[in-house]
């Protein structure tokens, strides 16, 4: 049986991914979507919950929202999204190139990476109860509004992602806290400002020590630096 070939074939099906197939589908190219995951990237997989305020067209609209509004546009358009395959080799066959995944190859004419920030691996503290308290209080990601409801939530971090964790959770959580270990945030600006005027507790030059807890977190350790 001949193997169907591609004009097209997209690796990572990511805001990045999602668009090249859709302006590839608009020239009438025969394109493949291939995914590690599910699609989406990581507004599906790390922060669902979080309010996207930069993207053209949305004032604000969750992530989990605009990822799947994202996919079902693909889908509305013909385009194949091969789900849970991994990129392993791309062969230069000198015409056209081999796609190989974990699960299958594929010929194409032209292969686009968007691959984005990749599959996200966490950068952990190593500090004492981290580990242990994994996904039972500790998380690496934007958490349901449901988990941070009428609970005392500590942010660690001074970048975007940190600030805008707080700003997500601040009218649903009981008290929120950034902890950063540096003077001053290193975030847009936008993001600083909204702490600013939000009921946010912020520690300068502090450090998260050590998670106690029993079955969950239940208290926090923070060193003021200074």
Same mark, same amino acid.
Do not use: W
């Given at each position: 049986?001949? $193997? ?7 690796? =990572?099906?990511? @805001?990045?991914?999602?668009? +090249? ?8 190219? $025969? ?7 599910? =699609? ?9 919950? !979080? #309010?996207?305020? /930069? &993207? #053209? ?14 996919? %079902? ?37 032209? *292969?686009?990476? @968007?691959?984005? +920030?990749?599959?996200?691996? #966490? ?16 998380? &690496?990601?934007?958490?349901?509004? !449901?988990?941070? %409801? ?6 660690? =971090?001074? =970048? ?15 008290? *929120? ?5 540096? $003077?001053?945030?290193? @975030? ?8 600013? /005027?939000? #009921? ?17 977190? $239940?208290? @926090? ?6």
């Amino acid at each position: 049986m001949k $193997k169907t070939l591609y004009d097209v074939v997209i690796c =990572g099906a990511g @805001a990045g991914g999602l668009s +090249a197939s859709i302006f590839c589908r608009m020239r009438n190219l $025969k394109t493949l979507l291939i995914d590690h995951r599910q =699609g989406g990237g990581q507004m599906l997989s790390t922060y669902p919950a !979080k #309010p996207v305020r /930069d &993207y #053209p067209a949305y004032p604000e609209i969750p992530a989990r929202e605009l990822a799947l509004n994202m996919i %079902r546009q693909t889908k509305s358009m013909g385009i194949k999204i091969s789900r849970n395959e991994k990129l392993q080799d791309i062969k230069n066959l000198e015409k056209n190139f081999s796609v190989l995944t974990t699960k299958n190859s594929y010929r194409t004419k032209t *292969v686009i990476l @968007a691959l984005g +920030a990749g599959i996200f691996n #966490p950068r952990k503290l190593d500090i004492i109860g981290e580990e242990g308290f994994c996904g039972k209080g500790v998380t &690496y990601g934007l958490p349901s509004i !449901k988990e941070v %409801r009428e609970k005392n939530i500590i942010c660690v =971090g001074g =970048g975007n992602s940190s600030l805008e964790t707080a700003l997500t959770v601040v009218d649903f959580a009981d008290s *929120v806290t950034i902890v950063h270990r540096n $003077k001053s945030f290193e @975030a847009y600006e936008f993001y600083i400002d909204s702490v600013k /005027d939000a #009921p946010v507790d912020v520690r300068f030059n502090s450090e998260l020590k050590e998670i106690l807890g029993d079955e969950t977190v $239940k208290e @926090a350790i923070i060193c003021d630096r200074k």
